[in-house]
């Protein structure tokens, strides 16, 4: 089984939907992390978080939210979905340095 | 301003041959480095990595040189299998001044290794 999982895989909506993507991870890590992919960009930090009660934002994080349901749990909300939200999403997982990725999430929005 | 960047999005390498991939960072605190591979439709994986401290890491096939003063390191692949075939990031992290030794990504290149 995978360390660290995403739902959905793949995900179409329109513009001022609501959606979220969520990630699991059974490595026990305490780190987690959301990314955006956008070619020529590489991976671009919405947010992350070091424990339960630790949440901070990444370089992007207007118009999306998240939340640490518990330690093996991070969720990426976005609460009004626009088009230049269209990107691949990864969420990760660290203990120090080195960050353990998800399959992605690719998302669309019409 | 991207403080890590890898210039060629692109590359085409014969099976066989060496493949050498680029990154140039500007922020001198940085003093850990990694590169991660990523196939289409999987998430990034880490590959190998260098502490600023050593100029070259090897593991099998890959290695990882750094030169510290021109503050660019690269990834050597010898030699290349079509396997490789894949997406390159760069990564870089500043274990002072920085929360939690967070990772500042490169754009990627794309590794094409021809049979």
């Known amino acids: 089984d995978a360390d660290v999982t995403q739902t959905p895989r793949n995900r179409i909506t329109k513009t001022g939907k609501r959606i979220m993507l969520e990630c699991s991870q059974t490595k026990g890590h305490d780190r987690m992390y959301w990314y955006r992919q956008d070619p020529g960009l590489g991976l671009r930090l919405i947010y992350y978080?070091?424990?339960?009660?630790?949440?901070n934002k990444g370089e992007i994080s207007d118009g999306y939210s998240v939340s640490r349901q518990a330690q093996a749990k991070f969720s990426l909300s976005l609460e009004s979905a626009i088009p230049n939200q269209t990107a691949l999403y990864f969420c990760?997982?660290?203990?120090?340095?080195?960050?353990?990725f998800g399959p992605g999430t690719r998302l669309t929005v019409t | 301003d991207q403080q890590v960047k890898q210039n060629s999005p692109s590359l085409s390498v014969q099976e066989g041959r060496i493949s050498i991939l680029n990154c140039d960072y500007t922020n001198s605190m940085f003093d850990y480095f990694l590169w991660y591979k990523k196939y289409p439709a999987e998430g990034p994986t880490f590959l190998i990595s260098?502490?600023?401290?050593?100029d070259k890491n090897e593991d099998g096939r890959f290695t990882v040189f750094l030169n510290k003063s021109a503050k660019h390191l690269s990834l050597h692949i010898v030699p290349s299998q079509p396997g490789d075939s894949a997406v390159y990031f760069c990564?870089?992290?500043?274990?002072?001044?920085?929360?939690?030794?967070?990772?500042?990504f490169g754009g990627g290149t794309r590794l094409m290794v021809k049979p």
């Open positions: 260098i502490s600023s401290i050593k």
């Open positions: 978080s070091f424990d339960v009660k630790d949440i």
């Open positions: 990564a870089a992290s500043a274990s002072v001044g920085n929360a939690g030794n967070m990772l500042t």
């Open positions: 990760a997982t660290s203990d120090l340095v080195e960050q353990y």
